[in-house]
């Protein structure tokens, strides 16, 4: 697993990174008193009405600072973090992308690092700007992206630093007879998802003192938003060491008592059976690791673009207004440098998009290619991620060719085809998966492009990682389904399989265990004509899992099954599946490995 972006590298360096860090004494000598570090929260000058209304847009720094591309770092691994950069960005993204949406300049880790990465800190323990990368300090930096509508973003690890603890006698701001050693154990204990800090104690009323003298700092400095990084569990790490709950709700509360609108971003790979938690007390939270691949490109496909057709489905239902899965960066604006096909570019683009992920990029925005640019400035695209449309998620398994959708409130469907296999390939997507039958209109997103009416489904020949973006809006007839429940008395189990109770199951249960050879055989599936269905599995599954289907003789076909998110959440993806006139049996088969649970199938009244 790769790090995330406080480490400054990828897992496979990450332990040398630590000794550097110590061995070069990251601690600071006492400042003098100034208004960069002691100034209170300026008040807002408006409140906001709804933070994360909707999936934020920006631009990120970390892409950059974090890539070996020829020239982006020059003075050093990282070095890319400066005013001067910033600078640069925030009037790029004024001139060519605030007119469609991107209002956030987010400044990420470093920035109180200077390039041997010695961490500064004010004389109440609290991150301190680089004199060299940033000399007009962070507050002016801030006024500065505001002076151009755009909103300032600002990074910070979850605990408190070992550079900040001194000898724990550091008095914490506006908190008399708090020092830092009265916020965190006696053991000082390590946390997030380097060990870079020691566990805050919340049991401690020095504790919740510490923070908000941060989020003063930082609503005095006029940011908008906030990426908390390296919290557990998550990141990478699990345990009570590593739970960082207590810190986000700290933060949470922190920010309201500075009376500023500061968006909360959570990072990284942040554990979904604390979902609720994060819903709870932020805006946002990253769902797995760094999209960059830090090497000579900003990104690869395999690194790590194409993980997150599996890792995003189980979060589908946790985002909505208030709160959004974010899927990282996105960095399709600059060719080569992005290190994509333009294939995978609008794939990338698209699957963002349909999830309703967050859309910054770390692209240099001072150099986007036209294909880029019009891949961040499509307004049907953006108004779709932006819009009242929900997050889509797969309505096909997670094979190499897979669709996935969502119905949106006009009743139209957004339906993207994607082919993430290696070749070229064929995509359809059968009418009778989303739930009716009969003809289509299907309008092309990234193209502006009405295609026309299409019977029962449309498929499209798609490049190597490609895909396509539709609105397909329904003028036929709502399908006809009859359902069979997986634990139907009719049913055989055969191997390990067995029954189990399950509440949000349709019938209160379902067939689990299956796995080494663990079978379902649903008996008695009716139809009136042979012919090819599109079978709506209804399954559990707490992580993606693989499945034999097959019906009567016929071969059987292994699907991937995506993500439910947990064991107690039901999802459903439709299955190609041949039958003939009259009775048949529908098999699913673990073979060598561990299968989905299954709730019950709905197949067809006509193919």
């Known amino acids: ?35 960069e570090t002691t100034a209170p929260a300026a008040p807002a000058a408006a409140t906001a009405t709804s933070l994360a209304a909707k999936p934020y847009m920006g631009w990120t720094s970390w892409s950059m600072q ?59 323990g609290r991150q301190k700007a680089d004199p060299v990368r940033f000399p007009s300090g962070m507050k002016a930096v801030a006024d500065r992206i505001h002076s151009k509508g755009l909103k300032a973003g600002i990074y910070l690890p979850a605990g408190l630093e070992k550079g900040a603890y001194g000898d724990g006698k550091t008095p914490i701001w506006n908190a008399a007879d708090c020092t830092t050693g009265d916020i965190v154990y006696s053991d000082l204990r390590t946390t997030n998802g380097w060990d870079s800090a020691y566990k805050i104690d919340f049991s401690k009323p020095c504790a919740q003192k510490y923070i908000d003298s941060q989020a003063q700092l930082i609503a005095g400095w006029g940011y908008d938003f906030l990426k908390l990084d390296g919290v557990g569990p998550g990141s990478g790490k699990s345990g009570d060491q590593y739970n960082n709950v207590a810190d986000v709700a700290a933060w949470n509360k922190a920010i309201a008592d500075t009376g500023r609108p500061i968006h909360l971003e959570l990072s990284w790979s942040l554990d979904i059976g604390h979902a ?4 709870k007390n932020s805006q946002g939270w990253r769902i797995d690791t760094d999209v960059e691949c830090y090497c000579n490109t900003l990104v690869t496909w395999e690194n790590s673009v194409d993980d997150r057709w599996d890792d995003a489905p189980g979060w589908t239902d946790k985002a909505g207004p208030g709160g959004w899965n974010d899927l990282d960066s996105l960095d399709v604006g600059n060719g080569e440098m992005d290190g994509l096909t333009k294939a995978e570019r609008q794939s990338y683009a698209t699957l963002w998009t349909i999830a309703k992920s967050p859309i910054y990029t770390g692209d240099d925005l001072t150099k986007l ?14 108004a779709l991620n932006q819009g009242s449309t929900p997050p889509a998620r797969p309505i096909t398994p997670s094979d190499p060719q897979q669709v996935w959708a969502a119905k949106n409130a006009d009743g139209s469907y957004t339906v993207a085809l994607f082919n993430l296999a290696d070749k070229p390939a064929s995509v359809s997507a059968n009418w009778a998966s989303l739930g009716f039958t009969g003809k289509a209109a299907v309008r092309d997103l990234w193209n502006h492009e009405n295609l026309g009416t299409y019977k029962d489904k449309v498929t499209q020949a798609l490049p190597a990682h490609g895909s396509r973006l539709f609105t397909v809006t329904p003028h036929g ?18 191997g390990n399989a067995g029954l189990a109770d399950c509440s949000a199951c349709s019938g209160g249960k379902k067939v689990g265990n299956l796995y080494l050879g663990g079978k379902l055989s649903v008996n008695n599936v009716v139809v009136a004509k042979a012919g090819t269905y599109q079978v709506k599995v209804a399954y559990v599954s707490g992580d993606a899992r693989s499945v034999k289907v097959s019906a009567n003789a016929g071969g059987a076909v292994s699907h991937k099954f995506p993500s439910t998110g947990d064991w107690g959440t039901v999802g459903t993806v439709s299955v190609p599946v041949t039958l003939k006139a009259g009775s048949n049996t529908i098999i699913f088969d673990s073979g060598d490995s561990y299968a989905p649970d299954i709730d019950r199938i709905d197949v067809p009244k006509s193919s």
Request: charged share 20%; no cysteine.
């Open 66 to 124: 974090s890539s070996k591309y020829p020239g982006l770092n020059p003075d050093g691994d990282y070095s890319y973090l400066t005013e001067a950069n910033v600078t640069k960005q925030t009037d790029a993204m004024a001139s060519k992308l605030k007119k469609f949406g991107y209002e956030y300049v987010n400044i990420d880790a470093g920035w109180w690092m200077d390039k041997t990465w010695k961490s500064g800190y004010d004389q109440y």
């Open 276 to 279: 609720a938690d994060w819903k």
């Open 369 to 382: 290619d036209s294909y880029g640019l019009s891949l961040l400035t499509n307004k049907e695209v953006i």
């Open 1 to 35: 697993m790769r790090s995330s972006s406080y480490s400054f590298l990828p897992a496979r360096v990450l332990r040398a990174a630590v000794v550097l860090a110590v061995a070069a004494g990251a601690v600071s000598a006492a400042p003098s008193v100034s208004a």
């Open 477 to 494: 007839s709502t399908l006809a389904f009859t359902g069979y429940e997986a634990e139907a008395a009719a049913n055989t189990l055969s």
